[in-house]
């Protein structure tokens, strides 16, 4: 039996790798998309913001991200007001949970096509 000696250095370079950057931008733009395919526009008559959050969704990304500050990272956000609200409900209306839902969905389509031929399925 060998020993597995592993190459931390190496590996710190894997995880910041544009290679991997490429991967993670490109889910973090498949994740947005579905997000903005699913999310709420309002009622014109009840709001005066229609379509506000349908358009506030943006993507970032960076090397050094991830919790722990190693690895490549990009972010899926909306930045409307109402954005927190519609996520995680509030107070007489139920949650929409859109980037949660984009999010799980693209981790099934990943699940049933490993060899990334899922991202042409989106």
Do not use: W
């Amino acid at each position: 039996m060998s020993d597995y000696t592993p190459n931390h250095a190496g590996m710190l370079v894997l995880l910041n790798s544009d290679m991997l950057m490429d991967v993670v931008e490109h889910t973090a733009r498949q994740i947005m998309g579905r997000a903005i395919a699913m999310a709420p526009v309002g009622d014109p008559i009840e709001d005066e913001h229609v379509g506000r959050y349908k358009a506030s969704f943006h993507m970032t990304s960076h090397i050094f991200g991830g919790a722990t500050g190693d690895r490549a990272e990009a972010i899926v956000y909306n930045d409307s007001p109402e954005a927190v609200q519609v996520e995680y409900g509030h107070r007489g209306s139920e949650p929409y949970h859109t980037l949660l839902r984009a999010a799980g969905e693209m981790s099934l389509l990943y699940a049933y096509y490993p060899d990334g031929d899922s991202a042409t399925r989106c």
